[in-house]
């Protein structure tokens, strides 16, 4: 019975660890997305973009050919490279290959970026 007493304690110990995290977590997220720091350039990047002209490249970023948003699909190249970066940084191969990852996905975010503000 004191080893079901032990087991119990240290769930509640890595529960709790879990849940002083995660509040952290979300306190910050919750500052950040109320922050006001950004607004004036990102009303100028919201401008731009609704600058561009309603028609065939509106639709295009708004992803109307293909039925749905373009941007979660380009957000995904970013992530998918920077992921891949990473692993193979810890792969004792090379340089080159975390270093064009790095590079395309930083390529990508300007894309990503673009579609989720027309969207």
Same mark, same amino acid.
């Given at each position: 019975?004191?080893?079901?007493?032990?087991?119990?304690?240290?769930?509640?110990?890595?529960?709790?660890?879990?849940?002083?995290?995660?509040?952290?977590?979300?306190?910050?997220?919750?500052?950040?997305?109320?922050?006001?720091?950004?607004?004036?350039?990102?009303?100028?990047?919201?401008?731009?973009?609704?600058?561009?002209?309603?028609?065939?490249?509106?639709?295009?970023?708004?992803?109307? @050919?293909? +039925?749905?948003?373009?941007?979660?699909? #380009?957000?995904? &190249?970013?992530?998918?490279?920077?992921?891949? $970066? %990473? !692993?193979?940084?810890?792969? @004792?191969? +090379?340089?080159?290959?975390?270093?064009? #990852?790095?590079? &395309?996905?930083?390529?990508?975010?300007?894309? $990503? %970026? !673009?579609?989720?503000?027309?969207?």
């Amino acid at each position: 019975m004191n080893t079901h007493a032990l087991d119990t304690s240290t769930k509640a110990r890595k529960t709790s660890a879990l849940d002083t995290a995660s509040a952290w977590w979300l306190t910050a997220l919750d500052r950040i997305e109320r922050s006001v720091l950004a607004d004036p350039a990102i009303r100028v990047l919201q401008r731009g973009i609704r600058s561009v002209p309603l028609g065939e490249v509106r639709d295009l970023l708004r992803g109307r @050919p293909l +039925g749905h948003p373009v941007h979660p699909v #380009l957000v995904q &190249v970013p992530i998918g490279c920077w992921l891949s $970066a %990473a !692993v193979l940084d810890i792969v @004792p191969a +090379g340089q080159r290959a975390p270093t064009t #990852l790095t590079a &395309v996905g930083l390529a990508g975010v300007a894309p $990503a %970026a !673009v579609a989720g503000w027309a969207d």
